[in-house]
């Protein structure tokens, strides 16, 4: 288990992280979340150990991180980049040999994995004369080429088409279904959302929210209903039961009191109204990280 | 270790692929042959026609002699290089020949006209009027011609011995010997002081600056897209540090091996002196070190950088450092014992280029340069050590360059 403790990282005159905890489980995706400047890729860059923590620790299986671990990570920046001027396979070699990875045994991971992102056929083409998706693919292929068994993934979408962003999106599955620790950092909450099955949210250096996606949505659901009907049903606003009553062109949105049930809610209406549609709304995590980081931020 | 190695050979054949590198390798040698052999071959040049020259003499005493002995000088054909006319008419006076021939020359009809006046028995004054300034090679000639002429005549008119004469005008020379261990003559002179020590300290300069500007623009490759996160995540950053040093100052050798071969190529082994390479090993141990030592300098303040305008600015004052030792080391070439040369051995950015001089000059002696290698290794792990801890928050830091304080911050950090 990948497990930070109480980590503090301080600067000068600024706390980047202040005091956070959390573990990662393997074969499932851990979700960093935050807004610009949260303490993200503070978080990131010690877990990578490229910088150290001003207190705190991070373990993985118990131990340490060191520099012994610098092999088995695997990490996407955000801000990509390669060098330009290079061949795709040599800047590929150099990562794998930087990864301690021979060259023999690289060589052949680089084919198979052009191969799998349909690629194959730059191989010996120079970095600056791929498209930048491609370019992102080679980056992508240099994060995992050394097989790591820790995967750190900041925003593995940007700059990739809805075609290849599927395509990554599976990669990533796969990398799930056997067994690695990844962590996810991103902004796109839909993407999380879909992706991540625990979650972090962290804001100003400190954590604002943290735990199973599906306990945290529980937490913050409140009680919403989507309604489509034909007929007159201004009488909802009055109603005891309903706390917030908003109406659209072709349905409504309701927010019923805690201790109302959604299905009886619904057997109470079915007379008066011609239902079309109904459905009890999950909150987006758009909406709870929104709500949270204001919150917090107050 | 394995990583150094691998980010070794990559800076280094990543570079040398370079057309950077293949034109640096080209251009340098070729704007140094640019400026030694040109100048040359255009003042020789000149002197493949034949000079009319006009001459004006009223006394008449030294048309013939003059005549005579100007005509020594010849073109490569055998022609004569001047040809002198004597332009004295009885009929005519002084300034009346002078203005006309002032005329014929501003008109083309001779190069240059030669006018002797006289201010009394011995006192002339010669003039060499000519349409543009005339050839300083022209005017040694016929100065010393004057002069040869202008002493034969008094030799016969006195009726001195020419021997006496010959005993006068030789000058002394003093010959320059070293003495060397067991009372050997060494051959040392100038030029093989100059040649061996200011090779030796120029190539250092030269690598420096060079494989030093290699460094913080790759550095800023790096940074600039990030690849610096990948880098770092992969390895230590003084396996990194230790890489690069080694990577571009294989990369620097390379151009000054080639350089070297092109050079020799040329001008045949001749040129550099065997004997610049008789101390060839303390200079070797002094050279190395002077390099890691700039080196490691140029890559710790190279790290700070984020923009290509603060590389150049940093890189210029950098250069300018190299080049302090070698503006110190021509004067102290005159006096290899002063005290000031003594004090500048022990300070480390002139060491390495003192010591290489000082080598050559006079033997030094051995407890002196142990004190000095022991300064300068000793001054060289503590570069390395400010430098990998400067490198470290320098390599992630972006934007504005940090100040003294702000460095003096990063060093304290563990």
Same mark, same amino acid.
């Given at each position: ?109 680089? =084919? ?48 990739? =088409? ?14 799930? =279904? ?121 | ?26 251009? @340098? ?13 255009? /003042? ?28 020594? $000088? ?7 290089? %001047? ?15 002078? @203005? ?17 006046? %006289? *201010? ?32 034969? $005549? ?31 003559? *060494? ?24 494989? #030093? ?31 690069? /040093?080694? #990577? ?5 050798? @390379? ?13 045949? +082994? ?19 070190? #002077? ?11 190279? +790290?700070? /950088? ?31 014992? +002063? ?34 290698? *022991? ?7 503590? @570069? ?31």
């Amino acid at each position: 288990m990948l497990k930070v403790t109480n980590l503090v990282k301080e600067y000068k005159d600024v706390t980047a992280v202040n005091n956070i905890s959390f573990s990662v489980k393997p074969g499932k995706i851990f979700g960093l979340l935050g807004p610009n400047g949260a303490g993200k890729t503070t978080t990131i860059r010690t877990v990578l150990n490229i910088i150290k923590p001003t207190s705190g620790e991070i373990t993985y299986n118990n131990k340490t991180i060191g520099q012994e671990f610098f092999n088995i990570i695997g990490y996407l920046p955000e801000e990509r980049g390669l060098y330009k001027k290079s061949k795709v396979e040599d800047v590929l070699i150099y990562f794998a040999e930087l990864k301690n990875l021979d060259k023999h045994t690289a060589s052949g991971k680089i =084919d198979e994995w052009l191969q799998r992102l349909n690629i194959i056929e730059y191989r010996n083409k120079k970095v600056e004369e791929l498209s930048k998706g491609n370019q992102q693919k080679v980056q992508f292929i240099s994060a995992v080429l050394h097989d790591p068994e820790i995967l750190i993934l900041d925003e593995p979408f940007s700059g990739f =088409d809805p075609i290849n962003q599927q395509q990554i999106r599976e990669l990533i599955s796969s990398f799930v =279904d056997s067994g690695k620790y990844i962590i996810l950092s991103t902004h796109q909450m839909e993407t999380a959302e879909k992706m991540c099955s625990e979650i972090f949210l962290i804001n100003k250096g400190k954590e604002v929210c943290s735990g199973e996606l599906t306990e945290i949505k529980k937490r913050f659901s409140s009680n919403n209903i989507k309604l489509g009907f034909e007929g007159d049903a201004k009488f909802l606003s009055s109603d005891k039961r309903v706390l917030h009553y908003d109406h659209y062109n072709n349905y409504a949105e309701v927010q019923l009191n805690d201790d109302i049930k959604p299905s009886n809610f619904l057997k109470s209406i079915v007379d008066k109204l011609t239902i079309t549609h109904f459905s009890v709304v999950e909150p987006t995590l758009n909406k709870i990280f929104i709500d949270v980081i204001n919150q917090s931020s107050k | 270790m394995n990583k150094t190695l691998a980010i070794a050979k990559w800076e280094y054949l990543e570079k040398v692929k370079t057309k950077a590198f293949i034109i640096s390798l080209i251009i @340098t040698p070729a704007i140094i042959i640019l400026f030694s052999v040109v100048p040359t071959l255009l /003042v020789s040049k000149e002197d493949n026609t034949t000079r009319m020259i006009g001459f004006l003499d009223k006394s008449g005493m030294y048309f013939n002699d003059l005549n005579t002995e100007i005509s020594k $000088h010849t073109l490569d054909n055998g022609q004569p290089l %001047y040809v002198l006319v004597n332009l004295d008419q009885k009929e005519l006076s002084e300034d009346e020949i002078k @203005t006309k021939t002032d005329e014929a020359t501003f008109k083309g009809k001779y190069d240059s006209f030669i006018y002797i006046k %006289y *201010g009394g028995t011995d006192s002339i004054t010669i003039e060499l009027r000519s349409k543009g300034i005339a050839n300083f090679r022209d005017i040694g000639r016929f100065s010393d011609a004057f002069e040869t002429v202008r002493i034969s $005549h008094r030799i016969q008119q006195d009726a001195i011995d020419p021997d006496i004469v010959e005993f006068f005008m030789r000058g002394v020379k003093i010959n320059q010997i070293k003495i060397e261990e067991g009372g050997k003559e *060494g051959k040392a002179n100038f030029e093989t002081v100059f040649f061996s020590s200011f090779i030796f300290i120029l190539l250092l300069m030269m690598m420096v600056i060079y494989s #030093g500007q290699m460094l913080v623009r790759s550095l800023l490759e790096e940074k600039s897209n990030r690849i610096i996160e990948i880098l770092v995540s992969s390895c230590n950053p003084n396996e990194l540090l230790a890489g690069k /040093v080694f #990577g571009l100052s294989a990369l620097g050798l @390379t151009q000054i091996l080639i350089w070297m071969m092109i050079g020799i190529a040329l001008a045949g +082994s001749a040129v550099i002196p065997m004997e610049a390479f008789k101390n060839i090993l303390p200079m070797l141990v002094y050279f190395i070190l #002077g390099f890691i030592f700039f080196t490691t300098l140029f890559v710790g303040i190279g +790290s700070i /950088v984020s923009t290509e305008q603060e590389a150049q600015q940093i890189t210029s004052y950098l250069s300018i450092i190299m080049v302090i030792p070698v503006v110190i080391v021509f004067p102290a070439m005159q006096n290899p014992d +002063s005290s000031l040369i003594k004090v500048l051995s022990y300070i480390p950015i002139t060491t390495p280029s003192v010591m290489l001089l000082r080598l050559n000059i006079a033997p030094v002696p051995l407890w002196e340069i142990a004190a000095t290698l *022991g300064l300068l290794i000793v001054s060289t792990l503590i @570069t390395i050590k400010f430098s990998a801890k400067i490198f470290r928050i320098g390599i992630l830091a972006y934007g504005k360059m940090p100040n003294i304080r702000e460095l003096k911050s990063w060093l304290r950090e563990k």
